[in-house]
């Protein structure tokens, strides 16, 4: 059990405590998300809506850090995710104005960083990168289909962003990050669970490590978070997951593999997705994925076959028009329904295509 002296101990292990005089910035920043969505079987017919926060999600956030001296920093990070077509906060995570990401700490140049809040586990800082998804089709690429039986609790279908990869944090967390030493860098994640004479019911742990050499780069995440509903906070959903990609000039080309676990029912999905993606110009780039979801035989042996395409063309720096297809195809012992991510409701049958044209911001 770490002790509140053993943390303060390990903060202060990052500070220079020589006075210097500091040096403050504040940085507020966002992304805006709109377009016009197709979508098929939805209730037998054709559905047309406009849809935000596909490319990447409304955000607007604060960032900001103070220098103190001998290469140490103090950081914070606020970050809000909202609906643009009406302009409501986007119920993330815990709810609140900053539900997405909301924390402080302190870095240093030499041993990492050490900060403390609600924040993204490792399967995205780790593995995030190696989905192609998120270039050729955003939200829509992330993962959901026919594993409602998964149970996640607090999870609309059960089982939407099972493997944490559209982005879930972690609340109530302490989280080190290690500097790059010759490519490689890592870190680790403890979520307290706040009760009483029992440290480890309903709490949570990440971990992720990474390497980059050139043209070359990998990484691998683990993440268990045990959840209230689940065993009386003893049972949770457990992920790991590893990626590689590799860039052949103007041609990349990327693999992850995901596993998540219910502890609580032993439900299992694994999930083996590919993708590349080509510069064509400076301003153009076109892009192609596929996933395969598959569940053990709790979930009805029932799977999800999911192609994406997607082409980008950059008016600016921050300006990008885009447009996107992405096709799901399921079949397994439950009858199962096409569900992909992001889509209001399952198809009526055993597939479902949506087609979509967008304009990203960010500023």
Not at 141 to 153: K, Q, T, V
Not at 215 to 221: I, L
């Amino acid at each position: 059990m770490r002790t509140p002296l053993t943390v303060a101990a390990a903060a202060c292990a990052l500070l220079n405590t020589t006075p210097a005089h500091a040096q403050s910035s504040v940085q507020l920043w966002g992304a805006l998300d709109a377009g016009v969505t197709m979508v098929t079987n939805q209730k037998g017919s054709h559905n047309y809506t406009m849809d935000n926060g596909i490319a990447m999600p409304n955000l607007w956030g604060l960032r900001g850090s103070e220098d103190l001296g001998g290469g140490n920093k103090a950081i914070f990070e606020l970050i809000d995710q909202f609906n643009l077509g009406t302009g409501a906060i986007f119920p993330t995570n815990g709810g609140g104005l900053f539900g997405r990401n909301a924390y402080v700490g302190l870095s240093n140049d030499r041993y990492g960083k050490l900060t403390f809040g609600e924040q993204y586990d490792f399967m995205i800082d780790s593995l995030l990168r190696f989905d192609n998804s998120i270039y050729i089709a955003g939200l829509y690429g992330f993962r959901e289909g026919p594993f409602s039986g998964l149970g996640i609790p607090g999870n609309p279908s059960g089982n939407a962003n099972f493997d944490r990869m559209s982005g879930t944090a972690i609340a109530n967390s302490v989280k080190y990050t290690t500097p790059n030493y010759y490519g490689f860098t890592g870190g680790a994640l403890y979520s307290f669970g706040g009760v009483p004479g029992a440290i480890a019911q309903s709490d949570g742990k990440s971990f992720g490590l990474n390497y980059a050499n050139g043209s070359f780069s990998a990484g691998a995440a683990y993440t268990y978070q045990r959840y209230a509903q689940l065993a009386n906070g003893m049972a949770g959903i457990r992920n790991f997951g590893a990626g590689a990609d590799y860039k052949f000039g103007l041609v990349g080309l990327s693999v992850l593999y995901t596993n998540t676990k219910n502890t609580a029912n032993n439900a299992t999905i694994n999930v083996y997705q590919v993708g590349t993606r080509y510069q064509v110009t400076p301003a153009l780039s076109v892009g192609g994925d596929y996933e395969l979801m598959k569940g053990n035989a709790v979930l009805h042996s029932d799977k999800a076959n999911q192609f994406s395409l997607g082409v980008r063309y950059a008016l600016s720096k921050r300006t990008v028009l885009y447009t996107e297809a992405v096709y799901q195809k399921v079949s397994g012992d439950n009858n199962p329904q096409a569900w992909i991510m992001a889509v209001s409701s399952a198809s009526s049958n055993d597939k479902q295509l949506l087609t979509r044209v967008g304009i990203l911001h960010r500023f």
